[in-house]
Nanobody
């Protein structure tokens, strides 16, 4: 059974940083691409970043240059390092298992499973 558990969200001031973690079970990061999406109140969910099984990464324009996705295969854990956070980054962030091994997995429809999410609030 596939499960994904996110952690690391919280309240941060504009310009601050957070690191989100994703611990999947039921599959390994070497077998499927993994990604992060977010959903702000009243907005559609968007994929902000992904990393596939060969390490190729994808970033949405809104976060490129500020967010970095990484993974530790030995720990079977994925991370989203978020720098220079802004109020518009406020959202629930979700970790997801892609249906694919390769490619960018830049669309929500490319994913088969999502975790419960972790809330990131950027406010002064």
């Amino acid at each position: 059974q596939v499960q994904l558990v996110e952690s690391g969200g919280g309240l941060v001031q504009p310009g601050g940083s957070l690191r989100l973690s994703c611990e999947p079970s039921g599959f390994t990061l070497g077998d499927f691409a993994i990604g992060w999406s977010r959903q702000a109140p009243g907005k559609e969910r968007e994929v902000v970043s992904s990393i596939n099984t060969v390490g190729t990464t994808y970033y949405a324009d809104s976060v490129r240059g500020r967010f970095t996705i990484s993974r530790d295969i030995r720990k079977n854990t994925a991370y989203l390092h978020m720098n220079n956070l802004q109020p518009e980054d406020t959202a629930v962030y979700y970790c997801g298992q892609s249906l694919y091994r390769f490619g960018a997995s830049e669309s929500v429809e490319h994913y088969g499973y999502w975790g419960q999410g972790t809330l990131v609030t950027v406010s002064s």
